[in-house]
């Protein structure tokens, strides 16, 4: 028999954490896709360890987030036996891989501003959020690292590969907007010094993919309409299908250890 969805009481603090969870666990899950199918060795190594760290950071707010919550929950549970209506991740990071052009260009969005947003977090009053900050800005900033020199190769290499890196911006750009989103219960925990706001992160964000596509000879899109929904639990099929892979050991054997 099926394990039946948990319910979580999301007061502020807990949703806010949870976003961040579910953004790490997703991408995470995204990119351990991609074991055995990337287009070498080394690259298989490197977004399998950048999806460990991200599962890591997912591990950690999860933690984090049943502890402030108080109702009985774990990571495990909170991974694991959510709705898929629960989850608030960002749209960006269930979309699916694509090809390699597809998968970079997500990556690059993404972590440009995750590692604006965990340097801003480690000033956070909350010591448990800042610690966490703290290991996380590391890895973001290696993860921005190495998606920026694979953009810079596929933009200026060959005619394929730079229409391939400008159609993935292309696709994927209306689905940024959404990290810049902020709505009155984390405007609150702005105000408490507890998160940093955002929008604050967007010129600085700006700068850096304009100086990686520019010397990749690859351009943003004019169009300024972005999707939403992903933070209050409004998805995309993608999301649903992925879930159906994640939850299935823990659904169809709960409780079942190693």
């Known amino acids: 028999m099926a394990t039946p969805s948990i319910t979580v009481t999301e007061t502020p603090l807990v949703l806010y954490t949870l976003r961040r969870a579910d953004d ?10 991609w074991c055995g199918h990337a287009p070498m060795l080394e690259e298989d190594m490197a977004l399998s360890n950048i999806a460990l760290d991200l599962i890591g950071q997912a591990r950690a707010l999860y933690t984090y987030a049943a ?9 495990d549970k909170l991974a694991y036996l959510r709705d898929v209506r629960q989850y608030r ?6 979309r699916p891989n694509g090809d390699f052009a597809q998968t970079m260009v997500r990556q690059l969005f993404y972590s440009a501003f995750a590692d604006l947003y965990w ?5 956070s009053r909350d010591a448990t959020l800042a610690a966490i900050a703290a290991k996380s800005e590391k890895e973001s900033a290696y993860h921005l ?9 596929l933009g200026d290499g060959t005619k394929e590969s730079h229409a391939r890196a400008q159609a993935a911006i292309d696709d994927l750009w209306a689905f940024t907007g959404e990290m810049f989103a902020v709505d009155e219960s984390e405007r609150d925990l702005i105000d408490a010094g507890i998160a940093v706001d955002p929008l604050l992160l967007m010129p600085e964000w700006l700068v850096t993919l304009t100086d990686v596509l520019r010397e990749a000879t690859l351009t943003l899109p004019e169009n300024d309409w972005m999707q939403q929904g992903g933070r209050d639990g409004r998805h ?8 159906s892979e994640l939850q299935y050991m823990q659904r169809s054997f709960p409780g079942a250890s190693w």
């Open 67 to 75: 502890e402030v919550e108080g109702g009985g929950n774990d990571e």
């Open 24 to 33: 790490a666990l997703i991408l995470g899950h995204r990119l351990s896709e």
């Open 236 to 243: 995309s099929e993608h999301l649903g299908h992925l879930l």
């Open 119 to 123: 340097r801003g977090m480690m000033s």
């Open 89 to 94: 991740n960002l749209l960006l990071v269930e």
């Open 145 to 153: 690292r190495h998606a920026s020199e694979w953009i810079i190769r």
